[in-house]
Nanobody, 123 residues
Framework: QVHLVESGGGLVQAGGSLRLSCEAS????????MGWYRQAPGQQRELVAN???????NYADAVKGRFTISRDNANNMGFLQMNGLKPEDAGVYYC?????????????????WGQGTQVTVSS
């Protein structure tokens, strides 16, 4: 069983910064891509940023130049540094990870989601 737990959300004034963390635990053999998504009230969940197993990154246009995604492969963790926050960045931020496990008699690669962390930005 694999669990993803996000942390680091909170209330911040516009222009401020937050650093989100995502910790994966369980019988993990490896993690390929990791990503951060967000969902505002009444909106669909959308991709914010993702990072491959070798560190290639991709960002939504709305956050380019302000957010930075990173990961710590040794500790199965991912991070999202958010600077210059805007009210439109508010929402629940979810971590997603493609995790490799072993379930006899084969290896399995499956995407997991965390439960989310709330980000609120006051204007």
């Amino acid at each position: 069983q694999v669990h993803l737990v996000e942390s680091g959300g909170g209330l911040v004034q516009a222009g401020g910064s937050l650093r989100l963390s995502c910790e994966a635990s369980g019988n993990i053999l490896g993690i390929s891509a990791m990503g951060w998504y967000r969902q505002a009230p009444g909106q669909q969940r959308e991709l914010v940023a993702n990072i491959t197993g070798i560190g290639s990154t991709n960002y939504a246009d709305a956050v380019k130049g302000r957010f930075t995604i990173s990961r710590d492969n040794a500790n199965n963790m991912g991070f999202l540094q958010m600077n210059g926050l805007k009210p439109e960045d508010a929402g629940v931020y979810y971590c997603n990870a493609e995790v490799r496990t072993y379930s006899f008699p084969r290896f399995v690669l499956r995407a997991y989601w965390g439960q989310g962390t709330q980000v609120t930005v006051s204007s």
